[in-house]
């Protein structure tokens, strides 16, 4: 087994609102809170529908997006700041609906399940085809990247073949027994406990709530076995590095997760999305691995500095 990664504090169930230990840690490690005041410089001037206030949800990799955002906006001539680790979807999603915010990256299919419980859509296409008719007025998004950090049921690789494990409705064999590491919000969110009880009749032991999005809190609980299954996102490279079996979802309990801007339509302009949309259509699922790395990895990078690296490599910023 590799060493893994150093506070590996990745993405995506958007963090529930558990408190304690986890809050605290991702807190200290994201360096910010909700009320913090906008921290990326911008260039004098302002954009026609006035300075553009990105926000982001609380683990890097939504942050680090974040600052790309930020980045491609200036870079495009126009005026935006970052203001980083709002919190959950909950959180953030009502502050671009009362101009908290303007913008933050989010992901399309806990997006759609957010604003539309009942939503059967799964794949990349359908989902996103979905959302302008179910998002709030006032509410929109752009146009998806190919990126996508997905929630994954992941195991080590010595309860895999302990218990022959290859997909979740293997899982589902020894639901019963096993504990899962996973935000809060897991056992309420459609995708979570409601979800693998209805797809797979999965009915877990129980959960150990973790608020670091799959990091480092997560991954040792997993691989000390204190939890024999945890909720790690698809672009965390702790994965890879201590070799972990991200388990097979055949009846798509876990959504398309495409990373796409949500915006407030009042002071969004044609030329921010157009800088936005050129993001998308060249950020990667490998780029996010990579960027998460640099972040949570042995690099430490700020979110910032990592975002500015990725916008000189792709040519955004000279």
Request: glycine fraction near 16%; charged fraction near 25%; avoid cysteine.
């Given at each position: 087994m590799k060493n893994p990664v150093p506070m590996t504090l990745t993405r995506r169930g958007l963090g529930g609102l558990a408190a304690g230990l986890?809050?605290?840690l991702a807190l200290s490690a994201c360096g910010g809170s909700p009320l913090a005041t906008p921290s990326s410089s911008a260039p004098s001037g302002s954009a026609a529908g006035g300075s553009l206030v990105v926000g982001s949800a609380d683990f890097p990799e939504s942050q680090v997006i974040a600052e790309i955002y930020v980045g491609a906006l200036n870079a495009a001539g126009l005026t935006a700041?970052?203001?980083?680790?709002?919190g959950s979807r909950e959180i953030y999603f009502k502050a671009v609906q009362?101009?908290?915010i303007d913008l933050v990256p989010d992901y399309s299919g806990n997006l759609l399940s957010y604003v539309d419980k009942e939503a059967t859509e799964v794949s990349a296409e359908d989902v996103y085809k979905a959302l302008p008719g179910k998002l709030p007025e006032g509410l929109a998004v752009l146009e998806p990247a190919k990126a996508e950090s997905k929630d994954a049921m992941v195991v080590t690789k010595a309860t895999a073949e302990k218990y022959q494990l290859k997909s979740i409705e293997d899982l589902a064999k020894v639901c019963k027994d096993f504990t899962m590491a996973a935000p809060a919000t897991f056992e309420t969110r459609a995708y979570g406990?409601?979800?693998?009880?209805?797809n797979y009749n999965c009915e877990l032991k129980g959960l150990q709530p973790f608020n670091d999005g799959g990091g480092n809190l997560t991954l040792q609980a997993l691989l000390e076995d204190k939890v024999q299954v945890a909720d790690i996102y698809t672009t965390t490279p702790s994965i890879a590095d201590n070799d972990l079996v991200v388990l097979e979802d055949p009846k798509n309990n876990f959504k398309a997760q495409q990373v796409l801007p949500l915006y407030s339509k009042a002071k969004?302009?044609?030329k921010a999305k157009e800088a936005l949309n050129n993001v998308s259509k060249i950020l990667t699922t490998d780029d996010l691995i990579n960027l998460n790395r640099a972040v949570s990895g042995d690099q430490k990078q700020a979110p910032k500095d990592a975002a500015a690296a990725w916008l000189k490599?792709?040519?955004?910023v000279k």
């Open positions: 986890g809050v605290a700041t970052s203001k980083p680790n709002i009362d101009g908290s406990f409601p979800g693998l009880k209805a969004m302009t044609d490599d792709k040519g955004i």
